[in-house]
């Protein structure tokens, strides 16, 4: 049995959605990327608790997450006005601008089981239009690009849905540092909480944004995807 | 193009006071096109509007030749428009460079505009081959690069940015810098890249998960439809470690991306000209050497 598209979802309806989507449990195999992590460690680039905190905070600010913010965003927009030539050329963008094969990987595999996971469950018309539009012109489905479709889709405002994806996508990662080896469960935890405001700020920076002035300065965390193909052991795939 | 309606937390001009756009500001384009001619490379079309212009091509053996664009204002302020074309067809090897380091001057409240259009089609190989740029303090570009590919084209294209010149004791704290790739193949964009380098950049640069302390950046891309693989090893072997330099490279869906970081332009310098050595020993038709106008 599947849930009916949600006009009217309340915000405890969002709330327990946002929940749902951008858990670690959900199953777009979150815990098989780093998004450069693994190398990064590997590297000395990252040691501790406070390199871990000042890298991902760096990169949700002025890096690749930046990038990402601003693409769900974009997404979101363009589904909830039905513009599709506008919403393809987001998504044709979104599948270009990678800065590694591993980065692509991460984004159109987590993206293309995240959008069937949703059309399975929640389903919308929105998302099988959007599946059917990347499909015409063969483009990969991008995880935030996916993200931001499925929240306009469901009436979640691009604010909640954008600060949920966003600490989604952090929790992952801290969880991989921990796996790493980096962190013990406590320091995690500590991790995310020294994140918050960070996020709260990319939010709002991404809201502000002009939706053309994507761009990113996260050149280390491009490198880390690059190096980590060549890197000797791995457990993640990015 | 999107780099050009960018914002920025730089401070404005103060009310009354002088913007960019009051003053005199640099429209120019140049633009070639070289052709497989009869007896090898032939210019099809030259271009050129102030302060843009393009040196006559230097046939290099039957296939190749060199074009070296000549920015005669000798740096870029804001406001200003340059607009470069360079497009290639037919069995030759067009490469293309510029005759000194592009510099940015510091800009009042609007960025200079680079418009960089690169095609090559039916074959031919293009190397976009120029000197480094050198962002000074309160510098703010829109660079725009766009490269089109058809008919099983093949192209080398490298853009280098120093921010500052340290060994000058010129540093750049301030700026506000946009990067810009497009690169398509049969209209298909296959790669996009926007670097975005806004407000403390020195501050930014510093940050680990971002330049790592650099101070210069150098992106190289190879595209082609074959034989990427090689090419990706062989520039692993020769770059990771290579002294100064943290360097990443690997193939993407039709193209090889190498990126260059260093803290001095020296190293990054010494860098772009060993990946440039590679690619020019295992791509087939490379032009011969470094680009002449480099070594002066």
């Known amino acids: 049995m599947t849930t009916e598209p949600s006009a009217g979802l309340s915000e405890t309806g969002a709330l327990l959605r946002l929940q749902a989507w951008f858990s670690p449990a959900f199953p777009v195999g979150g815990f098989s990327y780093s998004h450069g992590l693994e190398a990064a460690l590997e590297a000395g680039w990252i040691g501790d608790l406070d390199g871990l905190v000042d890298w991902l905070a760096s990169d ?64 919308a018309p929105a998302l099988d239009a959007l599946v059917a539009l990347l499909a015409a012109r063969g483009l990969p489905a991008s995880l935030a690009v996916a993200a931001g479709a499925a929240c306009a889709a469901h009436g979640i405002a691009a604010e909640q849905g954008l600060a949920c994806f966003l600490q989604g996508t952090l929790a992952n990662l801290v969880s991989a540092a921990l796996r790493l080896g980096l962190l013990g469960q406590t320091d995690g935890q500590r991790a995310l909480a020294r994140l918050e405001p960070a996020v709260a700020e990319a939010v709002a920076a991404a809201l502000a944004a002009d939706p053309e002035d994507l761009g990113s300065a996260g050149l280390l965390v491009e490198i880390a995807t690059l190096v980590h193909e060549t890197q000797y052991s791995r457990l993640f795939r990015s | 193009m999107s780099a050009a309606t960018s914002r920025s937390d730089l401070p404005g001009p103060e009310q009354g006071a002088t913007g960019d756009a009051d003053l005199q500001r640099a429209a120019g384009a140049a633009r070639v096109v070289l052709r497989r001619g009869p007896a090898g490379p032939a210019l099809a079309v030259l271009e050129q509007k102030s ?246």
């Open chain 1, 60 to 123: 949700l600010a002025e890096g690749t997450l930046r990038s990402e913010a601003i693409l769900f965003l974009r997404a979101h927009r363009e589904t909830g006005a039905g513009d599709r030539a506008a919403l393809a050329e987001t998504a044709g963008l979104a599948a270009a601008l990678r800065g590694s094969a591993e980065l692509a990987l991460e984004s159109s595999q987590q993206g293309s089981a995240f959008l069937a996971t949703l059309r399975a469950v929640w389903p």
């Open chain 2, 51 to 296: 302060p843009c212009r393009a040196l006559l091509p230097r046939v290099e053996g039957r296939s190749a030749a060199e074009v070296v664009f000549v920015n005669t204002a000798g740096g870029v302020a804001g406001g200003d428009r340059l607009a470069w074309g360079f497009e290639a067809s037919g069995a030759i090897t067009a490469r293309a460079t510029s005759q000194a380091a592009e510099k940015l001057y510091r800009a009042l409240d609007r960025p200079a505009l680079i418009e960089t259009r690169l095609s090559a089609s039916d074959g031919a190989l293009l190397e976009w081959l120029p000197q480094e740029t050198i962002a000074f303090d309160g510098a703010r570009l829109a660079r725009a690069t766009t490269l089109e590919l058809s008919g099983g084209a093949r192209a080398t294209a490298l853009e280098w940015l120093l921010l500052g010149r340290a060994g000058h004791g010129e540093t750049l704290c301030r700026g506000a810098l946009r990067d810009v790739w497009r690169v398509r193949r049969d209209g298909r964009l296959l790669w996009a890249d926007n670097l975005r380098l806004e407000g403390p950049v020195a501050a930014l640069a510093a940050r680990r998960a971002l330049l790592g302390g650099a101070g210069a950046v150098a992106t190289l891309i190879h595209v082609a439809e074959s034989g990427l693989e090689p090419l990706v090893e062989a520039l692993r072997e020769r770059l990771y470690g290579f002294a100064g330099v943290t360097a990443g490279v690997g193939a993407l869906p039709g193209l090889l991306l190498c990126r260059l970081l260093a803290r001095e332009a020296a190293a990054l310098r010494a860098a772009v000209v060993e990946a440039l050595a590679v690619l020019r020993g295992l791509v087939p038709g490379a032009g011969p050497g470094l680009p002449r106008v480099w070594s002066s």
